[in-house]
């Protein structure tokens, strides 16, 4: 019978795979016809989507089209704009290729694999190279890579919820379908690949289960928002700039217009503040993967800088994740060499799970006949066999065995057993419980004379730089929760022996239910043992709905459901491939000491990217009072395109690119758009009412009457549509002012000063000079400043960096942020 919701099963084309699967001739054939498991989706852009993504944008286009404009005009000095346009392209272009490349390369060593069966031996291959007809071997962790029939199981369970939406197990046999998108659970199987690729079912209706589910990311939601003001900004400036100066130099010609009007329009563009920010997450994440850490979604590097709650498990977090068998504590009346063989006969398993094969490296193997496995869930937290002529052996949770109904063992021996335990697992050992059986297991629940035999004890080496990283956290102000399946006391013995504030622990079997009454244990409580694979997914969705960022980590394939729904899921190095596929970070080499680089990775995105935001978004305010100022008192506009692509890449351009890839330990704060329009709008507006005043002074101080103006400045059929340098010293005064406000903006966005930027600053300072003293510079940029003009210039751009620094000292939010910057 069909369990609702469950897919539809339909039977796929006969198999023509032998009991030894395919020959390498026949894997070739079917590569050849394409009939291999290739998928779509990918982690990365293609080179075409980079070029693509980087080139045919909207600013770009609108500069694109003022820049031919430009040139058409002959003014090819004022067209400098449209050179940074391509170099502004190029560079995210090849930034985005290179990191695209090395991400490509860890990510191909660290794609799923799967075992198939090709020429009698059982190989281990990219899930990409699975083939139609192939006979894949399935094991607890294991993705199901393909739909098919299966031929064998033995106790094989299947996660199916990515299809479903069901997260209780399915058992499944043999002859039954089984389709991909789901995970092994528990047991193992073989079955034959009837569909594969874009043929499979999770590919053809479901492709969500496997694709990226995008990482949401603050930075770029602000900064999509904000170019999307910029852009009905621009539309509505475009026809008043060019009215404004048709109606103030249309005298001097067509050309004079668009140079005026382009100038204008380019101001409004933030050019570089895209690329900035891509080449901010890029690099970030090239410098994880030197750190062994695999970056899955680029927006996750920032997303971990605003998590404030971090979900990890002990065994593979905390501890090493490797687990030795200890010793066997035998219980009265039981025979300890019986024992020992029964643990042997149990880790004599080829799917055992962790706890089983730590047995198996210290007890050998009797050599008993095993006819019937219950593999490992943990969901009931126990597994077992059955031996020919002999007992029927259970091995798990002590509670949960202990609690079995009807018990045979008297009341007074459980209480001694669960006494021992609790000694036990005080001192941080992990206790599991040896019981027997003289009946046969026909289903998987618990016999009803179920008899205690011995307690195992087996003990986790807690990582050297658990302690280290668990108090970086605590600095940082982000909460731990410890949430474990094994006995809460060893999770908190554990917990506490890595310097955590246990408090009391919490067995999850005794949680409520009820979303509200969760969140308040959640809030109240720090180490959590006894949790199921649903409670996991349930204290993410809690804490989410109480307004945490989360981070949930895991290695398991009973932690894949609560790693997609977290804010970030960090998945380890050497867990199942089920859990790597929904995580956004793999920590390659599973150690969680990993996290505070990519938290601190995180943070310098953020911090550097709100920074030269900023720079840009000031920019835009500027030109666009300018516009408005100029259209109002029917000015010419201050400046010429080159004036402004020299102040752009002296106080914007080049100190932007520095800053957004310098160090940066700020912590996270929320509200990134709100910061930067409440500073570098009004900072802009300052500097666009600046350059209008030493304009209008310097027109008449230094300038040419208006009524002159058409006669100074001519301009010759088919010549630049630029005249003698003379009439341009109000635009060379405007330009001082406007470098004036802009440098003490980058000042002000720079603070705490280190060396390096004081350096940086400096450099920038001293390049714009140049532009002035030196004759050839001076002449390309059309500048002419006599040493009155400029110290009127300086006085009046002086008095704006003070209005600047004034904004600055009366906005605490911005001011806070800077100030707890690197």
Same mark, same amino acid.
Request: aromatic share 6%.
């Given at each position: 019978?069909?369990?609702?919701?469950?897919?539809?099963?339909?039977?796929?084309?006969?198999?023509?795979?032998?009991?030894?699967?395919?020959?390498?001739?026949?894997?070739?054939?079917?590569?050849?016809?394409?009939?291999?498991?290739?998928?779509?989706?990918?982690?990365?852009?293609?080179?075409?989507?980079?070029?693509?993504?980087?080139?045919?944008?909207?600013?770009?286009?609108?500069?694109?089209?003022?820049?031919?404009?430009?040139?058409?005009?002959?003014?090819?000095?004022?067209?400098?704009?449209?050179?940074?346009?391509?170099?502004?392209?190029?560079?995210?272009?090849?930034?985005?290729?290179?990191?695209?490349?090395?991400?490509?390369?860890?990510?191909?060593?660290?794609?799923?694999?799967?075992?198939?069966?090709?020429?009698?031996?059982?190989?281990?291959?990219?899930?990409?190279?699975?083939?139609?007809?192939?006979?894949?071997?399935?094991?607890?962790?294991?993705?199901?890579?393909?739909?098919?029939?299966?031929?064998?199981?033995?106790?094989?369970?299947?996660?199916?919820?990515?299809?479903?939406?069901?997260?209780?197990?399915?058992?499944?046999?043999?002859?039954?379908?089984?389709?991909?998108?789901?995970?092994?659970?528990?047991?193992?199987?073989?079955?034959?690949?009837?569909?594969?690729?874009?043929?499979?079912?999770?590919?053809?209706?479901?492709?969500?289960?496997?694709?990226?589910?995008?990482?949401?990311?603050?930075?770029?939601?602000?900064?999509?928002?904000?170019?999307?003001?910029?852009?009905?900004?621009?539309?509505?400036?475009?026809?008043?700039?060019?009215?404004?100066?048709?109606?103030?130099?249309?005298?001097?010609?067509?050309?004079?217009?668009?140079?005026?009007?382009?100038?204008?329009?380019?101001?409004?563009?933030?050019?570089?503040?895209?690329?900035?920010?891509?080449?901010?997450? *890029?690099?970030?994440?090239? @410098?994880?993967?030197?750190?062994? /850490? !695999?970056? =899955?979604?680029?927006?996750? #590097?920032?997303? $971990? %800088?605003?998590?404030?709650?971090?979900?990890?498990?002990?065994?593979?977090?905390?501890?090493?994740?490797?687990?030795?068998?200890?010793?066997?504590?035998?219980?009265?009346?039981?025979?300890?060499?019986?024992?020992?063989?029964?643990?042997?006969?149990?880790?004599?398993?080829?799917?055992?799970?962790?706890?089983?094969?730590?047995?198996?490296?210290?007890?050998?193997?009797?050599?008993?006949?095993?006819?019937?496995?219950?593999?490992?869930?943990?969901?009931?937290?126990?597994?077992?066999?059955?031996?020919?002529?002999?007992?029927?052996?259970?091995?798990?949770?002590?509670?949960?065995? *202990?609690?079995?109904?009807? @018990?045979?063992?008297?009341?007074? /021996? !459980?209480? =001694?057993?669960?006494?021992? #335990?609790?000694? $036990? %697992?005080?001192?941080?050992?992990?206790?599991?419980?040896?019981?027997?059986?003289?009946?046969?297991?026909?289903?998987?629940?618990?016999?009803?004379?179920?008899?205690?035999?011995?307690?195992?004890?087996?003990?986790?080496?807690?990582?050297?730089?658990?302690?280290?990283?668990?108090?970086?956290?605590?600095?940082?102000?982000?909460?731990?929760?410890?949430?474990?399946?094994?006995?809460?006391?060893?999770?908190?013995?554990?917990?506490?022996?890595?310097?955590?504030?246990?408090?009391?622990?919490?067995?999850?079997?005794?949680?409520?239910?009820?979303?509200?009454?969760?969140?308040?244990? *959640?809030?109240?409580?720090?180490?959590?043992?006894?949790?199921?694979?649903?409670?996991?997914?349930?204290?993410?969705?809690?804490?989410? %709905?109480?307004?945490?960022?989360?981070a949930m980590t895991g290695d398991g394939v009973n932690d894949a459901l609560a790693l997609k729904d977290a804010d970030i899921g960090v998945a380890m190095g050497n867990g199942a491939q089920a859990t790597k596929a929904v995580a956004e970070l793999v920590l390659l080499?599973?150690?969680?000491?990993?996290?505070?680089?990519?938290?601190?990775?995180?943070?310098?995105?953020?911090?550097?990217?709100?920074?030269?935001?900023?720079?840009?978004?000031?920019?835009?305010?500027?030109?666009?009072?300018?516009?408005?100022?100029?259209?109002?008192?029917?000015?010419p506009f201050p400046f010429l395109p080159r004036h402004l692509t020299l102040v752009s890449a002296v106080t914007i351009g080049i100190p932007a690119f520095f800053l957004a890839l310098g160090p940066n330990r700020r912590r996270y704060l929320s509200g990134f758009l709100?910061?930067?329009?409440?500073?570098?709008?009004?900072?802009?507006?300052?500097?666009?009412?600046?350059?209008?005043?030493?304009?209008?002074?310097?027109?008449?101080?230094?300038?040419?009457?208006?009524?002159?103006?058409?006669?100074?400045?001519?301009?010759?059929?088919?010549?630049?549509?630029?005249?003698?340098?003379?009439?341009?010293?109000?635009?060379?005064?405007?330009?001082?002012?406007?470098?004036?406000?802009?440098?003490?903006?980058?000042?002000?966005?720079?603070?705490?000063?280190?060396?390096?930027?004081?350096?940086?600053?400096?450099?920038?300072?001293?390049?714009?000079?140049?532009?002035?003293?030196?004759?050839?510079?001076?002449?390309?940029?059309?500048?002419?400043?006599?040493?009155?003009?400029?110290?009127?210039?300086?006085?009046?751009?002086?008095?704006?960096?003070?209005?600047?620094?004034?904004?600055?000292?009366?906005?605490?939010?911005?001011?806070?942020?800077?100030?707890?910057?690197?």
């Amino acid at each position: 019978m069909t369990t609702p919701g469950t897919p539809p099963v339909t039977a796929g084309p006969p198999t023509l795979t032998g009991p030894d699967g395919l020959t390498s001739a026949e894997v070739a054939e079917r590569v050849g016809r394409g009939a291999v498991n290739r998928l779509t989706e990918r982690t990365s852009r293609s080179i075409g989507e980079i070029v693509r993504a980087n080139v045919l944008t909207r600013f770009n286009a609108i500069l694109g089209a003022l820049f031919v404009l430009v040139m058409v005009t002959g003014s090819f000095a004022d067209g400098l704009f449209g050179i940074v346009l391509v170099v502004n392209s190029a560079i995210g272009i090849v930034q985005e290729y290179l990191a695209k490349r090395k991400l490509d390369r860890l990510a191909l060593l660290n794609a799923p694999t799967t075992r198939v069966v090709r020429d009698g031996e059982v190989r281990v291959v990219a899930t990409t190279d699975v083939v139609q007809d192939d006979l894949i071997e399935l094991r607890t962790g294991d993705e199901v890579p393909a739909d098919g029939t299966l031929i064998a199981s033995a106790g094989l369970e299947l996660n199916e919820a990515n299809l479903t939406g069901e997260s209780d197990p399915v058992a499944h046999d043999e002859g039954e379908a089984i389709m991909s998108g789901t995970s092994v659970v528990a047991g193992s199987g073989r079955y034959h690949a009837s569909k594969v690729g874009a043929d499979a079912y999770v590919n053809r209706i479901a492709a969500d289960a496997r694709k990226f589910t995008r990482t949401r990311s603050e930075i770029q939601e602000s900064i999509n928002t904000l170019l999307t003001y910029i852009t009905w900004v621009i539309v509505a400036a475009l026809p008043i700039a060019i009215w404004s100066q048709w109606r103030t130099v249309g005298d001097q010609g067509w050309r004079e217009v668009v140079i005026r009007s382009a100038a204008g329009v380019v101001g409004l563009v933030p050019e570089g503040l895209v690329l900035l920010t891509s080449v901010a997450f *890029l690099l970030s994440a090239v @410098q994880l993967t030197r750190r062994n /850490v !695999l970056v =899955q979604q680029l927006p996750a #590097v920032e997303g $971990l %800088a605003r998590v404030d709650v971090v979900c990890l498990d002990k065994t593979g977090t905390l501890t090493a994740g490797e687990i030795a068998f200890e010793d066997a504590h035998t219980l009265d009346g039981q025979d300890g060499d019986e024992i020992r063989c029964a643990l042997g006969a149990l880790a004599d398993d080829p799917n055992a799970n962790g706890t089983l094969t730590a047995v198996a490296a210290a007890v050998d193997s009797p050599g008993w006949e095993r006819t019937q496995t219950i593999p490992f869930n943990s969901s009931r937290k126990w597994s077992a066999a059955c031996f020919a002529q002999r007992s029927t052996w259970v091995l798990g949770a002590p509670e949960v065995l *202990l609690a079995a109904d009807p @018990q045979p063992s008297p009341p007074e /021996v !459980l209480e =001694q057993i669960r006494s021992q #335990v609790a000694r $036990l %697992a005080d001192s941080g050992r992990r206790v599991v419980l040896l019981a027997r059986s003289e009946q046969h297991l026909a289903e998987p629940t618990l016999p009803p004379d179920l008899t205690p035999a011995a307690l195992v004890t087996l003990t986790e080496q807690v990582r050297p730089d658990a302690a280290e990283t668990l108090a970086y956290f605590a600095e940082q102000d982000v909460a731990i929760k410890v949430i474990s399946g094994d006995n809460p006391v060893t999770v908190a013995a554990v917990a506490r022996s890595v310097g955590l504030d246990v408090g009391e622990p919490v067995d999850a079997r005794t949680l409520p239910d009820e979303p509200e009454a969760l969140r308040e244990v *959640l809030a109240t409580h720090s180490v959590f043992g006894r949790v199921t694979p649903e409670q996991k997914r349930a204290f993410v969705h809690a804490l989410q %709905a109480d307004g945490h960022v989360v981070a949930m980590t895991g290695d398991g394939v009973n932690d894949a459901l609560a790693l997609k729904d977290a804010d970030i899921g960090v998945a380890m190095g050497n867990g199942a491939q089920a859990t790597k596929a929904v995580a956004e970070l793999v920590l390659l080499d599973g150690r969680f000491s990993h996290l505070p680089d990519v938290l601190a990775e995180g943070r310098r995105v953020i911090g550097n990217v709100e920074r030269v935001a900023n720079l840009f978004v000031a920019k835009n305010a500027m030109s666009l009072v300018a516009i408005l100022a100029a259209a109002v008192i029917a000015v010419p506009f201050p400046f010429l395109p080159r004036h402004l692509t020299l102040v752009s890449a002296v106080t914007i351009g080049i100190p932007a690119f520095f800053l957004a890839l310098g160090p940066n330990r700020r912590r996270y704060l929320s509200g990134f758009l709100g910061r930067i329009l409440r500073f570098a709008v009004p900072s802009g507006a300052v500097a666009g009412l600046a350059v209008i005043a030493s304009y209008l002074l310097a027109g008449s101080s230094y300038g040419v009457p208006r009524d002159q103006f058409a006669e100074r400045c001519t301009v010759e059929a088919g010549a630049k549509a630029v005249a003698d340098v003379e009439c341009w010293q109000p635009g060379s005064g405007a330009t001082i002012t406007l470098l004036t406000v802009f440098f003490w903006i980058l000042v002000v966005l720079s603070r705490p000063f280190r060396p390096w930027k004081a350096a940086l600053v400096a450099a920038m300072v001293a390049l714009a000079v140049t532009a002035f003293l030196w004759p050839f510079a001076a002449r390309f940029f059309n500048l002419d400043a006599p040493l009155p003009l400029m110290w009127q210039s300086l006085a009046i751009g002086a008095a704006g960096a003070g209005l600047v620094e004034v904004i600055y000292r009366l906005s605490p939010s911005v001011r806070t942020a800077h100030h707890i910057r690197d």
